[in-house]
């Protein structure tokens, strides 16, 4: 198997086409987006990193492996948070659009009583089986429905949204380090940066296996509500695993001799890239190399995303 690298430029003008509604602001100290949704991106400037994880790492899943030298060659804007629920709830009012839980028959996956996850009509973004608010992250979305969240956005405003693809979002959550999560290797400091299997979901789901400390939450978090990191990104590690671009492949690092850049794998297998970690995984799957797969066309309770934007240079 091997893996494709396409340009950001490229990729963006294959997305979709694009009307002319403005951005509403970009701040000229911070670089900041706001866009028409109140979404705000943070710009995140190019650059060099490690990708993946060190062999010397106890917990480094074999997808992880090897660690290799990836550059990010142009800036682009990143979600400062996860898409919210009331944002997807705008889109879904402008448009009228379905999920794919809403439209397959068999419904999307959720939480039942026992803390298990399920299959069922019942489960879509609107009830993933506990309770949210508009400014919780949405969740039990496909990848195919957040492709489809993002041409909107892209028509709404007049620049190409897409997901990030996965050496931009590792980029993005490490942030220029190189431990195992973006502030250190302490897992029981992930309370402080995220929402993540902790001791309340194990008192609510004794089977789940869960770090010591209490990060406030059980089910998902509102948005942005620890520590950012670096570049000023919340939720990079826990709250719910962020779609990327990417396809999973299992072998794509061993694929990439020398420094690679701007890597998008589009071949591999059926399945599609999730980051970051979530409220129901403990820290081993919250660290910033970890890969997760899942099918494109399945929405999950502990599944979101974030949106990332080409910056005005590129």
Request: a neutral charge.
């Amino acid at each position: 198997m091997t893996t494709t690298s396409i340009s950001l430029k490229n990729l963006t003008s294959l997305i979709v086409g694009v009307s002319t509604f403005a951005w509403v602001s970009i701040g000229a100290e911070s670089h900041d987006l706001v866009n028409s949704l109140g979404m705000k991106l943070k710009l995140i400037p190019a650059g060099e990193f490690l990708m993946g994880s060190p062999t010397s790492d106890s917990e480094a899943h074999h997808d992880e492996l090897p660690q290799h030298r990836v550059r990010v060659s142009r800036s682009f804007f990143l979600g400062a948070f996860e898409v919210t629920r009331g944002q997807f709830a705008a889109y879904v009012g402008a448009t009228g659009a379905r999920t794919e839980a809403e439209t397959n028959g068999k419904g999307g996956w959720g939480v039942d009583a026992n803390g298990k996850f399920v299959q069922a009509l019942r489960f879509t973004w609107r009830n993933p089986g506990y309770p949210q608010t508009d400014d919780h992250p949405v969740v039990v979305v496909s990848w195919n429905d957040v492709v489809a969240f993002c041409q909107w956005l892209s028509q709404r405003e007049g620049r190409a949204y897409r997901l990030p693809t996965e050496a931009e979002w590792e980029f993005a959550c490490r942030a220029g380090t190189l431990t195992k999560f973006e502030y250190g290797t302490d897992a029981e400091e992930l309370a402080m940066v995220g929402n993540v299997a902790d001791r309340l979901l194990k008192e609510k789901f004794p089977d789940r296996p869960a770090v010591n400390a209490r990060d406030g939450y059980v089910f998902t978090a509102p948005v942005g509500q620890f520590r950012p990191n670096a570049f000023g990104l919340y939720d990079m590690h826990g709250n719910v695993w962020e779609w990327c671009q990417d396809i999973h492949n299992p072998k794509a690092y061993a694929d990439r001799p020398g420094t690679t850049v701007d890597p998008l794998v589009v071949t591999g297998g059926p399945d599609r890239v999730g980051r970051g970690g979530c409220w129901y995984y403990t820290a081993r799957y919250c660290r910033s190399a970890r890969r997760n797969r899942d099918a494109q066309a399945d929405g999950a309770p502990h599944r979101g995303f974030r949106v990332a934007l080409a910056s005005p240079s590129t």
